[in-house]
């Protein structure tokens, strides 16, 4: 021990310490504790550090704490240590964190009252505790109430439910839904309504007995035991009440804030009703006895709206309108006379005043006279041995008369309506058994307490002594039951108490002893108190400043009692002279009430043995002596009898408790008081059973459970095949105390804290082991970091290095190219420097040079101009002058020239004659000569030279003489306009001054302008640029309009989508609803139905009726119409031959009576072939009027085949009509005996027609190859339709180009066309590419061809070799089959182009085969024909016998055996039976068949399939009583078995999908248009005649809507005991959760143990059903909807019981469900049922696993929470946050601020503020129509079904 308590008082082990606030407050040890410490040191929570001081004598440690695993405990025996702070604390948390309000402590169910309404009390709560064990759901009063019913019924004993509290703890409202448990659950045993009644009971007991308190503002002032009758089905029958002291005084005195009953407030609020004028009512506030409080109102409550209950309770109970009216009458009547004032006449006396309003209205209504009223109140009349005498009384005594019988009235009115609610709530059932309801005050001590207290707290004496005793009977029986020592455990026994009160000479002994002294008193009876217990007995005191009061040591606590009132309150004295007058009353209502006073010895007027009622005032027996008080009996003395009747009730039944606890005085929701709650946990017992449950073994583990949970704390050689063993050697080692544990027979009991030591060591052991995984992990992630490291760095180092040598590489290149750059840039800034200055100086030297140019030009014009003048006046001067020297000079010359010519001449005339000058110049010449000779060669190069320089110069003289010449035409021009104006050079000069101002003037103005147009220029560049960045932001908020335009309109679009999809699921919501309301209507109407079958099999018990079979139904009743019977030509000819009728009569007219029957048959084909060919001509024009150019080819060869083959069809008929003439002539005109010879006519017409039909076949093969043209021609036409298409694109695009304007938009036609290019590119080349491929198709195709044409000439050549039939049943497989063949080889070329050619081969084919199938029909029944004439003509032209045959059947007796298997065939698909045989056929078919055997065995809806045969063909033969009744007969058998068998899954689903296939049948043949589509010719030819069967459809509708929510039910309860276990219980992943310690209230392990159910059960059930109904032939959609049904009852009740269960809202849980979930989800897939909408269904509950899961924390995981979980309800959100427990140390709460952010971000959701999933809603149910493809005419009846007189037909 010492040992244990050192491991466990170490640093850190937290604590309990009282205090003085809390009570008990938390520390955490900061120092370890040794066996020598006299004190403890210790932190509490808010960081203080204290010095803990111990006992020095006894050593005391403080209370250890609950691992925090422990805490919020569902039951308090769970926690390991079981004391006061760890039951306050668990409580608390429980109230306040996770807003529980109920906790078990044991057998006993805490309830704290929230003041806050919650929805955990509804109609699907109570289904979600039905059935359930008490510890398999988190507490609940509905747990507490489904253990009682339980009991009763598998003990067969009697139940009670006692739940006591305080005023204001909420007792009244637990009885409440209790009982309201038990009306839900049980329901009634008759049509009375009898739990309507007995919950219709409360709002008027509450209304009579219950007040507002300052403690409660509906708080029950009487006690009240229910008694609850059931019969031996344990429905209820009815309910029996007893009340118990009702607290009088109220009707006359209040306290501040508090009210009387509430039933005198309802009729104040109700004043102003018409009903109660004669009532003389007002306010509240008017009256003495509802004004006292001053608190007439209570918020929230609406008193006349409380008024209207009442009286509808009323009604419902059967207390009338006039009887109400009665009750409210005395009850203003009570009012009234407390409002009677009563006035001193003088000190003795008293008197009333005459006239008195409130008097005269009391007297009014209660029907007295005014005067004997009065008189009597004052008055009092006192009798002695010999006369009587009138005393006058005091005004005060008379105001006490007057109050004393006001409390009288009032508790009669109070027992009579309890009299009459029990006679309502008696029925004349025999009672088997009942529950018990107790609703009784708790233990109560105020400042002052009287003789109520004192009766109160007697009364919880008694029932404590009960309630422990119960307790210790219950661990006594548990540790004999497990063969545990037993050992004798000292509780606390408060039998002394009990004797103190109730004991001879106790405290009611005395208090009646002293009531019959003449003079006895308060005083007087305190001072015997005194003398005769203040010494015997410990439990008594006396106060020490009061001789007028005792104290009493309860078991609760002391309680000092004033003993002033205790006398008068126990006689409870009533003035009888008062009493007269009322008897004397004209209100018969109040003689009523007062009726049983001249027969009764008790106050309420019946002995209190035979009632059972309390009884609360004591009156004298008016039909005895009135001297003989002994024999009366006081207050306390019947208290006595009824609490001990009481007493033996419950002792004789098997109780349950039900603590109330009031959290605070001051009605604040979900507020916690220490102080409070620990007075009432030690006035209530909750303790008091922690200390027994304590002082023995309180936790209880099975040993399974034990090795499941600390299996971490052994070692695997510890291990053993035996769990038992192995535990018990685990336990030996890890515990050494032995008297701490005991080993039971299936259990392991530990002493207090054992667990908490356990989970220590297994949270050490776990500690370590994460310590050293951690260790692990760690070293090897630092590892494996460190590596990772090293390997970067040694990497980094690597690129580094690199980096830095490329760096520096890098930065040698730059350098060097900086320098080049640097040469380069600066010789550019250099040469651009240079260039600029030479720019510079240029431009400068340009600007100097044109302005000294301008200016020299300027100077040179006015000097040319001078020198023009000049020139013109000079030369002519000049000229003058030189005229007349040049004719001087001439002269002159002339004269000089003349002389000396001569002189020349004469010298020349002298040296021609001298040789030597001869030769001199000879020489001279010969060196010019060759000089010039030279020079003429020089002058011949310079010619040549001149010579092209010379052409040149001509072409550009010549251009330029053209310019001079036009340039001196223009000067001529000047010259002559110079000439002109040569006069007025001097005004030109003038104006040229003028014109120099003006061009200054002009300059400046244009100097001015230019200033302005420069900043114009600037401004309209400004403004430019303005309008730029103006268009920009234009063009941006264009695009972002644009933008947002398109947003817009698709969000637009996306509204209008959502809103189109929430209308149309609203619609579907709403169709859905209206499915629903109607099929729930079904199943009430077949409640009823069951109902009314069972009340007249009752009726036929009770009148033992010896022959029910003679009963007549519908079913049965028969037909006195003669029957029309129809047979066919199959049937016909089956049959015997009909002897002694005219047979050639017989013959023609039955022939002839077939061929106009085919005759017509083939005119309506022709007329309706006619209609189709109009409508597909109507089709026709508006497909080619949406798409003429697609469907234009194909529409032509479609109308080229009708027009073919309504060609055929009029050939076809006109030949038939042929043939028929040919043949009735051939039939007439022959003799009977020729007719039918086989070298007669007919025989040749017959044989001819034969022939005929074998030339059909022939065409039909010609058909066949047109079809196969057509295809190819539509195939070409779609190829050139492609190219068409393909030619017009360019087209398109070149008239979009020719429209386009703007740059923008010639750019994109410019991208475009060339995309466009690029498209035609690929086109052409695709074009290309299928040109080949197209060829190489034509060349395999061609091939094909030729090869199909040999394998057609060799099935040619087989075919002439076979039989005439089965050489066309050849020929038709071959074409079939090559048409398929060609059909795929097409569709794998072309898909697109092949789907409508598909069509319509598959529409050619149809019709191919429909048209054979009617030949083949006509050859079988021309040759049957042929055989019937042939062996009647053998019977009268030969004579031969019956059993001999013609020669023409010997002929064909070859060829007939390939048609006898198909006889088949000839059947029409009808069943023909005799109307007295459908009893048997019902019997056989229905009632006595066996499921699995058919489901097996023989094809699925077979008896739908029978069924409807026959009733085809009671339509056949237009027989309307026959079809009625066998549909009557059906449904009715079907109900009936159904009735019978309805728990056997198979037989429900077998007839669910017959019904189903049933029901189709009769869609699919009725003959409707929609039906019809998918039915082949011989189904349409099947269809029903002669009645409309659309009101039987949805009859038979309405019964498999019966039957589909029958399987469901079936279904349901077949599962539903396995989905808790399976999804939620049993451990899929094994060692994921760990197993907590439980409580008492033993909760389901999730270790699967034997024949617990796991996921693989529920898995294989629903594979069991799937399999099950796709034997049966249920449709799939069908299937679909069962399994999304199923599913959702999986999801719902799951997540149902995880809202109610806190021991499963964990992580690991989460884990378990969403594996279970996804193994659900794979089923499905395997299944192909994905698609059913049954995952969907357990979308809520996938969210609430993956609400355990997540993280809890922060803002962010809120919103994830709420996005996450959108399919949870808010409610059910916060309830899985607030029942979140963990497992282990490890994981953390949810904190309360978190969930209050949950509910914050929620607050707007709109939905409903139900907790639980509803599980009894049913999907409403669809029937899709399924038609069947199976033909009628091939089912097969088996023998088996003992079906022989069903004849085929």
């Known amino acids: 021990m010492n040992r244990e308590l050192e491991y466990m008082f170490v640093q850190s082990a937290r604590v309990w310490i009282p205090d003085a606030e809390e009570v008990w407050k938390s520390a955490e040890l900061t120092k370890d504790y040794k066996n020598d410490d006299a004190s403890l040191q210790l932190m509490l929570e808010d960081g203080t550090t204290i010095d803990h001081k111990l006992d020095p004598k006894t050593k005391n440690l403080p209370y250890l704490r609950n691992p925090d695993i422990l805490v919020g405990e569902n039951d308090l025996t769970a926690l390991s240590y079981l004391h006061e702070p760890a039951v306050l604390h668990n409580l608390k948390v429980r109230f306040i964190d996770s807003k529980l309000i109920y906790t078990y402590c044991g057998i006993v169910l805490v309830a704290i009252n929230p003041y806050e309404t919650l929805p955990i009390y509804g109609t699907d709560i109570i289904n979600a505790y039905s059935g359930q064990n008490m510890g398999d759901m988190d507490p609940h009063i509905f747990a507490v109430a489904e ?243 009138i005393k006058p009384l005091p005004r005060l005594q008379a105001t006490n008369a007057r109050d004393a019988l006001s409390k009288h009235i009032y508790a009669k009115l109070f027992n009579w309506i309890v009299e009459h609610v029990n006679k309502a709530l008696v029925t004349n059932i025999k009672q088997h058994s009942f529950i018990g309801v107790l609703d009784i005050y708790g233990f109560e001590t105020f400042e002052i307490n009287s003789f109520e207290q004192f009766c109160i707290n007697y009364a919880n004496e008694k029932l404590q002594q009960q309630f422990n005793m119960h307790v210790f009977k219950l661990e006594q029986e548990e540790y004999m039951k497990e063969q545990i020592p037993w050992t004798l455990i000292d509780f606390y026994d408060n039998q002394p108490c009990i004797n103190l009160i109730e004991a001879k000479m106790g405290i009611l002994d005395l208090l009646d002893e002293e009531c019959k002294m003449p003079k006895g008193s308060d005083d007087s009876w305190a001072q015997k108190l005194y003398n005769t217990h203040l010494k015997t007995c410990s439990l008594f005191e006396k106060p020490r400043m009061s001789n007028r009061a005792f104290i009493i040591q ?278 651009k420097r240079f260039r600029q200055k030479q720019a510079a100086a240029l431009a400068m030297q340009t600007i100097l040079r044109a302005y000294m140019a301008r200016q020299k030009y300027q100077a040179l014009l006015r000097e040319h101009k001078a020198v023009i003048i000049q020139k013109h006046v000079r030369g002519w001067l000049a000229r003058c002058w030189y005229k007349h020297c040049l004719e001087a000079i001439v002269y002159l010359q002339c004269c000089i020239r003349r002389m000396r010519a001569k002189r020349e001449l004469k010298k020349l005339k002298i040296e021609a004659r001298s040789v030597e000058h001869f030769k001199k110049l000879n020489k001279g010449m010969e060196n010019k000569i060759m000089q010039l000779q030279r020079k003429i060669d020089e002058q011949n190069k310079d010619n040549r030279v001149i010579s092209e320089r010379l052409v040149s110069l001509e072409s550009s003289y010549a251009s330029e003489s053209e310019r001079m010449r036009g340039e001196l035409g223009r000067l001529r021009g000047v010259e002559e306009d110079a000439k002109n104006k040569a006069n007025q050079v001097s005004s030109l000069l003038e104006e040229l001054e003028k014109l120099r101002k003006e061009l200054s003037v002009t300059q400046q103005e244009k100097k001015t302008i230019e200033d302005w147009a420069q900043k114009y220029r600037d401004e309209m560049e400004k403004m430019v640029s303005e309008l730029k960045d103006q268009n920009g932001l234009l063009k941006k908020e264009k695009d972002d309009l644009n933008r947002m335009i398109q947003e817009q309109s698709q969000q637009m679009t996306e509204k209008m989508t959502r809103a189109i999809a929430q209308e149309t699921q609203q619609l579907e919501t709403d169709l859905n609803e209206e499915r629903s309301r109607y099929q729930n209507l079904l199943t009430e109407h077949l409640r009823l139905e069951e109902k009314y079958d069972d009340l007249k099999e009752e009726l036929a018990q009770s009148k033992n009726v010896s022959k029910p079979g003679h009963r007549r139904t519908d079913s049965t009743h028969s037909s006195n119409e003669s029957e029309y019977t129809y047979n066919s030509e199959y049937a016909e000819l089956e049959d015997g031959s009909r002897v002694g009728e005219d047979v050639t009569r017989g013959m023609d007219t039955s022939l002839t009576l077939k061929l106009q029957k085919r005759v017509t048959e083939l005119e309506q084909e022709k007329q309706s072939l006619r209609n189709e060919l109009e409508n597909k001509e109507e089709q026709f024009q508006r497909a080619r009027a949406r798409d003429d150019a697609q469907f234009r080819k194909a529409r032509g060869a479609e109308l080229e085949y009708e027009s073919l083959k309504r060609q055929e069809l009029e050939s076809e008929n006109k030949k038939l009509r042929h043939d028929l003439a040919e043949m009735r002539q051939s039939l007439l005109g022959g003799t009977a005996a020729s007719a039918g010879a086989p070298g007669s006519p007919a025989y040749k017409v017959l044989l001819d027609q034969l022939n005929a039909s074998c030339e059909e076949l022939e065409v039909r093969k010609e058909e066949v190859l047109i079809l196969r043209s057509q295809l190819v021609s539509q195939k070409e036409a779609m190829h050139h339709k492609d190219e068409k298409e393909t030619m017009t694109e360019p087209s398109v695009f070149a008239q979009d180009v020719n429209k386009l304007k703007d740059a923008d938009e010639l750019k994109q036609a410019y991208v475009g066309l060339k995309d466009t290019n690029r498209l035609l590119e690929q086109q052409l080349q695709t074009q290309r590419r299928t040109h080949d491929s197209e060829v190489e198709s034509l060349r395999g195709e061609l091939q094909n061809v030729k090869e199909e044409n040999n394998r057609q000439q060799q099935l040619l050549a087989q075919n002439l070799q076979l039989p005439p039939e089965a050489r066309i049943e050849a020929s038709l497989q071959h074409e079939i089959t090559r048409l398929t063949n060609e059909n795929l080889e097409l569709l ?100 006595e068949l066996k499921p699995r055997g058919v489901a097996v065995n023989l094809i699925p809806g077979l008896p739908a399939y029978i069924l409807f045969m026959c009733l085809r063909h009671s339509d056949y033969v237009n027989d309307d009583q026959k079809v009625r009744t066998l549909l009557t007969s059906t449904i009715n058998s079907i109900k009936k078995i159904l009735k019978k068998r309805g728990d056997d899954f198979e037989t429900v689903s077998f007839w669910l999908a017959n019904t189903c296939r049933f029901l189709h049948c009769l869609k699919q043949y009725s003959g409707d248009e929609v039906f019809m589509k998918h039915n082949t010719s011989r189904q349409n030819e099947h269809c029903l005649s002669n009645f409309d069967l659309a009101e039987y459809r949805q009859v038979i509708s309405d019964l498999a809507i019966q039957i589909y929510q029958q399987l469901v039910k079936c279904m349901e309860n077949i599962l539903q005991p396995m989905i808790v276990s399976g999804m939620l219980e049993h451990e899929t992943i094994q060692g994921v959760s760990g197993v907590k310690p439980t409580g008492l209230r033993k909760r389901t392990s999730s270790i699967a143990d034997e024949g617990t159910y796991t996921l693989d059960s529920i898995l294989r059930q629903l594979s069991a059903f799937h399999s099950t109904m796709c034997q049966h032939g249920t449709d799939p959609e069908l299937i679909k909807q069962v399994v999304k049904q199923l599913f959702y009852i999986i999801g719902a009740v799951t997540l149902n019981n995880l809202l ?150």
């Open 147 to 389: 253990e009682a019913y339980k009991q009763m019924a598998r003990d067969e004993r009697n139940q009670s439910i006692i739940v006591s509290g305080e005023s204001g703890a909420g007792k009244t409202v637990s009885a409440k839904y209790a009982m309201r448990y038990f009306a839900t659950v049980s329901g009634s045993a008759s049509e009375a309504n009898v739990e309507e009644k007995v919950l219709a009971s409360n709002p008027i007991m509450e209304a009579i007995g219950n007040a507002k308190t300052t403690r409660n503002d509906n708080s029950s002032r009487f006690g009240k035991y229910i008694e609850i009758g059931f019969d031996n089905r344990y429905r209820i029958i009815g309910a029996n009440m007893r009340t118990y002291l009702l607290e009088k005084s109220r009707v006359v005195f209040q306290a501040d804030e508090e009210r009387n009953y509430h039933i005198f407030y309802q009729l104040c609020a109700s004043a102003n009703q018409p009903e109660f004028k004669n009532l003389r009512l007002s306010t509240a506030n008017d009256f003495l006895y509802t004004r006292q409080g001053r608190s007439p109102v209570i918020e929230g409550v609406d008193d006349a709206k409380e008024l209207r209950t009442t009286r509808h309770a009323f009604t419902l109970l059967g207390i009338n309108e006039s009887y109400q009216i009665g009750l409210f009458q005395v009850l203003a009547a009570i009012l009234h006379l407390g409002n009677v004032e009563i006035k001193d006449r003088d000190s003795d006396s008293s008197l009333i005043a005459p006239n008195n309003r409130h008097l005269t209205a009391f007297c009014e209504l209660v029907g007295v006279t005014y005067q004997d009223m009065s008189q009597w109140l004052c008055h009092r009349k006192l009798k002695t041995a010999t006369e009587t005498y």
């Open 554 to 831: 309860h078991f609760a606590d002391k309680v000092e009692y004033q003993c002033e009132g205790f006398l008068e309150k126990n006689k409870d004295t009533v003035n009888e002279e008062q009493i007269h007058v009322l008897k004397a009353s004209k209100f018969n209502l109040l003689v009523e009430l007062f009726q049983d006073e001249e027969k009764a010895t008790t106050p309420t007027g019946q002995v209190p043995g035979t009632g059972g009622r309390t009884r609360l005032s004591i009156k004298p027996d008016k039909g005895r002596d009135t001297s003989s008080k002994e024999h009366k009996k006081t207050v306390g003395c019947q208290f006595r009898n009824s609490l001990q009747m009481l007493m033996e009730t419950l002792n004789a039944t098997t109780p349950h408790y039900v603590r109330c606890i009031k959290p605070n005085d001051f009605k604040l929701a979900f507020s916690f008081d220490p102080k409070r709650a620990v007075q009432q946990l030690r006035a209530c017992g909750v303790l008091e059973t922690i200390r027994i449950s304590a002082a023995g073994f309180p936790s209880r583990w099975t040993y399974q459970e034990f090795f499941s949970r600390y299996r971490v704390l052994m070692k695997q050689k510890d291990v053993l095949p035996d769990k038992k063993l192995t535990c018990k050697n685990v336990l030996e080692k890890l515990v050494q105390d032995q008297d701490k544990y005991q080993f039971g027979k299936t259990k392991i009991f530990f002493r207090a804290g054992q667990v908490a030591y356990l989970e220590k060591l297994r949270a050490d052991k776990l500690r370590a082991a994460c310590i050293r995984i951690q260790k692990t992990i760690r070293c090897w992630l630092a590892r494996k970091k460190y590596l990772r490291q090293r390997s970067a760095a040694i990497t980094i180092q690597r690129f580094t290095r690199g980096y830095q040598a490329r760096c520096l590489a890098k930065f040698m290149r730059r350098t060097q190219a900086a320098t080049i750059i640097q040469k380069y840039q600066r010789m550019c800034v250099e040469r």
């Open 1700 to 1849: 109610l269960r806190k021991d499963m809202c964990s992580w690991s849980k989460g884990m378990q469900i969403r594996y279970n979930v996804s193994q659900l989800e794979e089923w499905l897939r395997d299944k192909g049922l994905m698609n059913c909408g049954a995952k969907e269904t357990l979308e809520p509950l996938i969210q609430a696993a993956q609400l355990l899961q997540v993280k809890k924390k922060t803002d962010e995981d809120a919103e994830a929470i709420c996005s996450m979980c959108h399919a949870l309800t808010t409610a059910q959100i916060v309830k899985v946050l607030n029942l979140y427990t963990p497992v282990n140390e490890f994981e953390e709460r949810v904190s309360v601020s978190f969930i209050r952010t949950i509910q914050t971000r929620l607050r707007d959701r709109c939905e409903s503020p139900q907790l639980l999933m509803d599980t009894k809603m049913i999907y409403p149910v669809t029937f899709p129509f399924n038609p069947s493809s199976l033909a009628l005419e091939t089912i097969q009846i088996p023998t088996s079904l003992n079906l022989s007189f069903l004849t085929r037909v």
């Open 1388 to 1487: 794998a070329d072309d898909p697109t182009a092949s789907r409508e050619a598909r069509v319509i081969i598959l529409r050619r084919m149809v019709d191919l085969m429909e048209q054979l199938e009617k030949q083949d029909r006509t050859i079988r029944k021309l040759k049957k024909q042929l055989k019937v004439y042939s062996k009647r003509i053998g019977e009268m032209g030969a004579g031969h016998t019956e059993g001999q045959t013609s020669p023409g059947q010997m002929v064909e007796e070859p060829i007939h055996p390939v048609n006898i298997p198909r006889r088949e065939k000839d059947f029409q698909g009808m069943l023909e039976y005799k109307k007295e045989d459908e009893m048997k056929l019902v019997k056989n078919l229905i009632l």
